[in-house]
């Protein structure tokens, strides 16, 4: 089965913080996306990614970066954590395309700021 | 840019019995996916079914079918003999079939699911 895994379920980070929410897949998978969901707006992409070290910005960027130095991990940077940034972010992977371009997704990760 | 709308924020059903979720789409393209998503409460977001736009039979799951309408851009979702277990958001998406193209969704249908 496909595996994406987000490192944390919870975090709770103060006004400023410096915030990294990891993500890693293990199928090989070309495609990494970012995406941001609140009650009412539906999954709005942050940025994705298509290969090492590429990205390309998505709906919402701003306030956000994002690194892919390996394949299988993709990282969502909050350069200084705000409150209106307090949202549950999941990441997602697919392969890069064909058939089989379903997108496999994580757990979520609840992001509070205070 | 492509688009996608869910004109229904939520739904219900009892149970045993069928409903049917609603999805349009605004595209240029003629190669792409369409898909539905499910994401039960405080749990992950999984794939329910997905349609390729030149396969011009419906897909079907289960008791999960789609409705697919190309030229009005419309892709339905319908769930038969519903179970408790089905209550959860629901999302519609779309994917052009080129490489590097992100899932677009739609805001997502809240379905209940009475006993």
């Known amino acids: 089965d496909v595996k994406v895994t987000q490192s944390s379920r919870y975090l709770v980070k103060r006004t400023g913080e410096k915030v990294f929410l990891e993500c890693v897949q293990d199928?090989?998978?070309?495609?990494m996306f970012w995406y941001r969901q609140d009650p009412g707006l539906g999954l709005r992409l942050i940025y994705f990614s298509y290969d090492v070290k590429m990205k390309e910005k998505g709906d919402i960027p701003e306030g956000y970066s994002v690194s892919r130095e390996k394949k299988e991990r993709f990282s969502l940077i909050l350069e200084s954590a705000s409150t209106n940034q307090t949202s549950m972010y999941l990441c997602?992977?697919?392969?890069?395309?064909?058939?089989?371009?379903?997108?496999?997704f994580g757990q979520g990760t609840r992001l509070t700021v205070v | 840019a492509q688009t996608v709308t869910q004109s229904q924020p939520e739904m219900s059903v009892q149970e045993a019995e069928t409903v049917t979720l609603s999805c349009t789409y605004d595209?240029?393209?003629?190669?792409?996916?369409l898909f539905w998503y499910k994401q039960p409460p405080s749990r992950q977001m999984i794939l329910v079914i997905r349609q390729e736009a030149y396969k011009q039979q419906n897909a079907t799951e289960n008791r999960f079918s789609v409705n697919f309408q190309k030229a009005a851009k419309s892709f339905s979702l319908k769930i038969s003999d519903s179970q408790l277990g089905d209550a959860a958001m629901y999302f519609c998406?779309?994917?052009?079939?080129?490489?590097?193209?992100?899932?677009?969704f739609g805001k997502g249908t809240r379905l209940s699911v009475i006993a």
């Open positions: 997602a992977s697919s392969l890069w395309g064909g058939l089989n371009t379903e997108a496999f």
């Open positions: 595209t240029s393209e003629s190669d792409y996916y």
């Open positions: 199928m090989d998978h070309e495609n």
């Open positions: 998406a779309y994917r052009q079939n080129s490489g590097n193209t992100p899932l677009v």
